[in-house]
């Protein structure tokens, strides 16, 4: 169990000439035994904040604590790698193909030079519980990618590490297996309440597994927050997009008596709150439907004509564009909307979000 904390992080990386800041400013308290997320989009900065934190990389000025002790600062590890009882598992998993599965989780025993007695005590008590004892034998090449990942998982727990790292653990295993993947990671850390931290940039990994999740965008902390309030409450037009789909219409916002108000399709809307001028307001697909009998909650906002149905996972995914304009929406249906039909369309005012237009 292990409280994790990062004080005013930099990172920079000179490329040649080019400097690339990688990590700007960032303060996170992670607490003993959370599942903590972090969700950004690719070259956010999420490998290295995770790489800053297990000793692979120094911050280039700021600190690194684990509970209390510092392990580094400004350019130096104080407390190093291998010191820091870290278990890692990164996107590709890297898992050594000319060694056997025991030799592959056996690896970090050796180094820390165990007995081959205790390695093997371990490995099987290991492998059990990750339901892979079976294939310790074979190489990585002969078992499947869930198995495999298994492996990978292993190794990072065969040392009983204080932190485990997960680093796009499941970007590589399809869908079905991802599920239970998920489950797999849900129940490891739940055995020990291990201090897990979890890369991702798929938001169904932050919302299975994280208590907490940070949004990282060009190397800023953009937001801190329990999964749900982030896709509730996104502060950036960007995060709303990464935590999930969003339909957005850029709005004025008029302010000529007491409530702000704007026009969607004809419809005046209250935004209680908000400055005059350009936004842009983004509605959830599930906050806005084809209205008919069951209503309730809904504000009528006027007609739109159906574009486009498609179908997935149990869903139709109806796209729609109001009747005056080409502004186009998407909505998901239980039942099939013929292209060309007009229907009336309601959302869910108290769930609109606001964003300005920078
Ligand atoms: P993410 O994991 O969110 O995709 P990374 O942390 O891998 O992002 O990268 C963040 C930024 O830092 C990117 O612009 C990347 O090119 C740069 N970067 C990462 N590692 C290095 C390195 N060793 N040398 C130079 N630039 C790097
Ligand atoms: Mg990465």
Redesign the pocket.
């Known amino acids: 169990i292990m409280e994790i904390r990062l004080e005013n992080v930099n990172k920079t990386?000179k490329?040649g000439k080019r400097v690339?800041e990688?990590l700007k400013n960032i303060n996170i308290k992670i607490n003993d035994g959370e599942f903590f997320g972090v969700l950004?989009p690719?070259?956010?900065?999420?490998?290295?904040?995770m790489r800053v934190i297990a000793g692979l990389e120094t911050p280039t000025t700021g600190s690194v604590y684990f509970d209390n002790n510092v392990v580094a600062r400004d350019n130096k590890n104080i407390v190093d790698v291998e010191d820091r009882n870290i278990g890692m598992v990164f996107q590709t998993w890297g898992l050594y193909p000319h060694l056997s599965v025991y030799d592959n989780i056996a690896f970090p025993l050796r180094v820390k030079r165990w007995s081959e007695d205790e390695i093997k005590k371990r490995i099987y008590e290991i492998t059990d519980i990750l339901n892979i004892r079976n294939t310790i034998n074979l190489k990585p090449g002969q078992i499947s990618g869930g198995q495999q990942q298994r492996v990978a998982l292993c190794r990072a727990l065969v040392k009983n590490p204080t932190i485990l790292i997960l680093d796009e653990p499941f970007s590589n295993l399809d869908a079905v297996i991802k599920d239970s993947a998920r489950e797999l990671a849900r129940e490891i850390h739940n055995r020990d309440t291990i201090t897990t931290l979890i890369v991702s940039h798929d938001p169904a990994d932050i919302f299975s597994l994280a208590d907490r999740a940070a949004v990282?965008n060009h190397g800023v902390m953009e937001q801190l927050a329990e999964p749900l309030e982030i896709y509730d409450n996104p502060k950036s037009l960007d995060i709303s997009k990464l935590i999930g789909d969003i339909n957005t219409f850029e709005v004025e916002i008029e302010n000529d008596n007491d409530t702000p108000f704007f026009d969607l399709n004809g419809t005046k809307i209250e935004a209680p709150g908000y400055p005059a001028g350009r936004a842009i307001i983004g509605i959830r697909p599930e906050d806005i439907k084809i209205l008919d009998n069951d209503d309730k909650g809904y504000k009528n906002i006027g007609e739109a004509t159906v574009r486009v149905s498609s179908y997935a996972s149990g869903q139709f995914k109806i796209t729609l564009s109001f009747v005056n304009s080409d502004i186009q929406f998407s909505i998901n249906s239980e039942i099939p909307y013929k292209t060309g039909k007009n229907v009336p369309i309601g959302i869910r005012e108290n769930k609109i979000k606001f964003f300005d237009i920078n």
């Open positions: 990386f490329n690339v990688a950004g690719s070259g956010a900065g999420k490998t290295t904040l990282i």
